[in-house]
């Protein structure tokens, strides 16, 4: 904390002592870098970072753009619907709900550490968050508008001149600047403050013996995918879970066209995963427990079976005492500050 305010200190002072010459706008008004804070040990940014930096009134934009229902067709659905700041950004859906109650391909993920990622959605079609917003706010079964649309109806709001002028300096509001504002504020949701993250940085907190068991066992079973601090290596894997029987649906292979990669899925972050059940790309498991279950039992076979599993037997075998121990563990990954969010 002291460190983030000494941050906005220096960030300030340095533009306000650059912008001496500049009279025109009052102090208040004045936007500002936003200091970025990067827990220890995290994966390097997305280098589209660096061109879309976190500002004040650009993250405050973002906020309020983000819960905005008018993006939608007929007002009623707005990015934080489905991606709801209580639920770690997700919407405790099997399928992603939106405008009329249309059901989507997919389960909505949660938002969260966004600007240490290098691909976005299941399959990884996306590797700009500002190539992101478009896409649901023209989808038919998410919000159903277009851009233009969405501007025509802020665009006599006052609020929104105000805050796009203290954000980029006039006005204009544009399909760019939506897109911008939205992706400051993404940027600035880093969940890392979890009772595994104090642990880890020697805080005082301590895990229990069961808490300690599962970790020994989900570094030797699970973090082979699930890795990093992110708790994912950001590869594509088929790892047999039931099968989305949507002919949308072909995973990875949708984006690469490869049989390689048919089924496969980016591996989820677990981080904040006892706030984002139901689980898998479309939600097939209503708990952690069941998805424990489903790995000791056995997975669908397949050509590109993830070889881990291949070489288990397609399975991860479990003890009963095991799924609990792992569950605990799981537990610790929960960051309640970033759910009050
Ligand atoms: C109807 C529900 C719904 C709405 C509305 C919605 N999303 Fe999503 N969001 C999803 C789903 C489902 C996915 C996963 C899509 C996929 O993998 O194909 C997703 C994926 C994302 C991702 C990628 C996350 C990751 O882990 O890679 C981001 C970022 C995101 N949405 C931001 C937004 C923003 C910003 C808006 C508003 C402009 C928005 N979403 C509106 C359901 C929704
Ligand atoms: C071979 C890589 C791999 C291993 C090993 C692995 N996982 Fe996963 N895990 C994945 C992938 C890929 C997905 C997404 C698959 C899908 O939805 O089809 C996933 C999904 C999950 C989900 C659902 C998360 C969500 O948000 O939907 C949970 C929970 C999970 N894994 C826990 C574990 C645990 C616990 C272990 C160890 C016992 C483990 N995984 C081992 C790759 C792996």
């Known amino acids: 904390m002291i460190k983030t305010i000494s941050g906005i200190l220096f960030t300030w002072l340095l533009l306000s ?9 009052s102090n208040n008004n004045k936007n500002f870098e936003i200091p970025f804070f990067i827990p220890a040990d995290f ?9 879309n930096k976190p500002t004040k ?4 934009l973002g906020e309020k753009l983000f819960h905005e229902k008018r993006f939608s067709g007929n007002n009623t659905i707005s990015c934080a619907s489905c991606h709801n700041p209580s639920l770690a950004f997700s919407d405790g859906k099997m399928q992603a709900i939106g405008i009329d109650d249309r059901v989507g391909l997919r389960n909505t993920p949660p938002l969260q550490n966004l600007a240490f990622m290098k691909f976005y959605n299941w399959d990884g079609n996306i590797l700009e968050l ?13 919000m159903n508008s277009s851009i233009l649309e969405v501007i025509s109806k802020i665009r006599d709001d006052s609020d929104y001149k ?23 504020y993404e940027y600035t949701l880093v969940s890392a403050n979890s009772k595994y993250d104090k642990v880890k940085r020697n805080e005082g907190d301590k895990f229990t ?34 099968l989305n029987k949507n002919i949308e649906e072909a995973g990875r292979a949708r984006v690469t066209g490869v049989s390689g990669d048919y089924m496969a899925f980016r591996v989820p972050s677990l981080r904040n ?28 076979a397949a050509d590109n079976l993830d070889p881990i599993l291949q070489a288990n037997g397609n399975r991860i075998p479990l003890s009963e005492q095991e799924k609990e121990d792992i569950i605990s563990f799981i537990h610790t990954l929960s960051d309640s500050t970033f759910i009050r969010k």
Request: charged share 25%; proline share 6%; glycine share 6%.
């Open 57 to 60: 009134y650009g993250v405050e």
């Open 162 to 184: 105000d805050l796009f002028k203290k954000a980029f300096g006039d006005s204009d509001i544009t399909p760019d600047r939506i897109y911008k504002s939205l992706v400051q």
């Open 43 to 51: 994966p390097a940014l997305n280098h589209a970072v660096k061109s």
């Open 17 to 25: 002592s650059c912008s001496k010459e500049d009279n025109s706008v």
């Open 130 to 142: 500002e190539k992101q917003p478009l896409v649901p706010i023209i989808t038919h079964e998410e």
């Open 209 to 242: 013996d069961a808490e300690e068991r599962g970790y020994m066992l989900f570094k030797q079973k699970c973090a082979s995918c699930h890795a990093t601090e992110l708790f994912t290596d950001q590869s594509f894997r088929n790892i047999g879970f039931p």
């Open 273 to 300: 995963a006892a706030y984002t059940a139901p689980y898998g790309s479309f939600g097939q498991f209503p708990t952690l427990r069941s998805v424990l279950d489903y790995f000791d039992n056995g997975v669908l």
